[in-house]
């Protein structure tokens, strides 16, 4: 039998704890480990979770406290809202590379399609795209409340509403050249010249000399155009040269929309001979315009017929009047010993602010703002002057090289060269581009 102590001491080891009455039963935690006693300094000691004593707040407190900028505080935003000071402040683009991008979207179309050469020749596009150039700067006059000549006015009237199919090379050019929200905020409208008239063509003086060749070599010339498509109908040898060039010179690949035709095969001939065109007539549908409407619409349906680049269905009388960013980036041609023009071969880029690589892309391509540069030399400007003397010298004498960018109509804030790519060949670029924008 097991030993429990003294009798007195001894009780039952299976019997439960009884609790006095009113009290709660104790847990079995409580039950086996008792709390210790505490003595009074421990009593009186601050546990240490407890926060530091703070001193009173009486103000207001100020929530959600942020490190600003001084100048974005409200009080100082009193009554200072700023305006334009020239809301209509103006410059001039320009369409120096007018006879790449047509060289070379004529270029694609024979390299993709073997039906090219029968359905649409090379003065054929160069002809329409001068066109459209023209239809949308006549447009963006209007929009922009420039007076349009009785002229263009007229051409207006006629091709509002028409729709044209415009190869995507073309339709991106035409929409690059309108008003622009710098990146300063402030609206910038092309100030754009009046449609040429001289002698009863589209040419902007019987012949050029110092005072047009600017216009010559800086915006295409429809009546120019019209020449070199009326010469595709004649035979090869023939010889030939636009009716403005001086005696004693010979034009140059910088007189915009200049070309040196060859004859056509028999199905592009009865193209243009079907819309009313002859060796000697352009057959213009607005007098002294050297316009053909009935051949810029069979120009229109051939290109449908080309499945090489998409087309856009355009409508100059509702094309909107904004125009891209790259018509504010610099292209300069120092490089003037070179006998190529000044969109083909080495450019440089500046620019007053860091655009985006598409807008400096964009800019190489359709090159809208033109500087000439360089120093004058024996065989200088070959790179930019539309003429030279037959004897193969330079015509470039004073007066050509005084005004070379009398054109040039920037506000000045905008002509710092802050940024720069270095310098880009623009014709392998531009291929590049139309070679992706192709089918």
Request: charged letters at 15%; a neutral charge; proline letters at 9%.
């Amino acid at each position: 039998m097991p030993y429990y102590g003294k009798p007195e001491n001894q009780r039952n080891p299976k019997a439960k704890r009884q609790d006095p009455p009113g009290k709660a039963p104790a847990t079995t935690t409580e039950a086996n480990n008792p709390k210790p006693q505490t003595s009074d300094k421990q009593a009186n000691k601050a546990p240490p979770s407890l926060a530091k004593p703070t001193h009173l707040q009486t103000g207001p407190v100020k929530k959600d406290l942020k490190e600003l900028a001084p100048n974005l505080d409200a009080i100082f935003s009193k009554e200072t809202s700023l305006y334009e000071v020239a809301p209509k402040a103006g410059f001039t683009p320009t369409f120096a590379a007018f006879n790449q991008i047509v060289s070379s979207t004529y270029q694609t179309y024979a390299a993709k399609n073997v039906l090219t050469a029968k359905t649409l020749s090379p003065g054929m596009l160069n002809y329409y795209c001068a066109c459209m150039i023209w239809f949308r700067i006549i447009d963006l006059k209007r929009q922009n409340s420039q007076v349009l000549t009785p002229t263009e006015h007229t051409i207006y009237e006629l091709i509002k509403l028409s729709v044209f199919s415009v190869p995507k090379p073309v339709s991106i050019y035409l929409k690059s050249i309108g008003t622009i929200t710098s990146v300063t905020e402030q609206t910038l409208s092309p100030v754009l010249p009046d449609y040429p008239n001289a002698g009863g063509h589209a040419m902007w003086s019987p012949q050029i000399d110092a005072q047009h060749h600017n216009h010559y070599e800086l915006f295409p010339t429809v009546g120019i155009a019209a020449e070199v498509l009326q010469a595709e109908l004649l035979p090869t040898n023939a010889a030939w040269e636009p009716s403005v060039v001086p005696p004693g010179t010979i034009p140059t690949n910088n007189l915009q929309c200049y070309f040196q035709p060859v004859e056509q095969k028999n199905e592009v001939k009865q193209i243009i001979i079907g819309s009313g065109v002859n060796a000697n007539d352009i057959g213009a549908t607005i007098p002294n315009s050297d316009i053909n409407i009935p051949l810029l619409q069979a120009i229109s349906s051939a290109l449908d017929r080309l499945d090489v680049f998409p087309l856009e269905s355009t409508c100059f009388g509702s094309m909107e009047p904004n125009g891209s960013p790259s018509q504010l980036v610099q292209i300069v041609k120092t490089d003037n010993d070179s006998p190529v023009s000044i969109p083909a071969g080495e450019v440089s880029i500046y620019d007053y602010t860091r655009d985006s690589s598409g807008t400096v892309g964009m800019a190489i391509v359709y090159q809208q703002n033109v500087i000439r540069e360089g120093p004058l030399a024996n065989n200088a400007y070959v790179s930019w002057c539309c003429l030279r003397n037959r004897d193969g010298q330079n015509i470039v004498d004073g007066p050509w090289y005084a005004n070379r960018n009398a054109l040039y109509q920037y506000p000045p804030q905008y002509c710092a060269r802050i940024f720069t790519t270095g310098s880009r060949n623009g014709t392998v670029f531009r291929t590049d581009v139309f070679e992706e924008l192709a089918k």
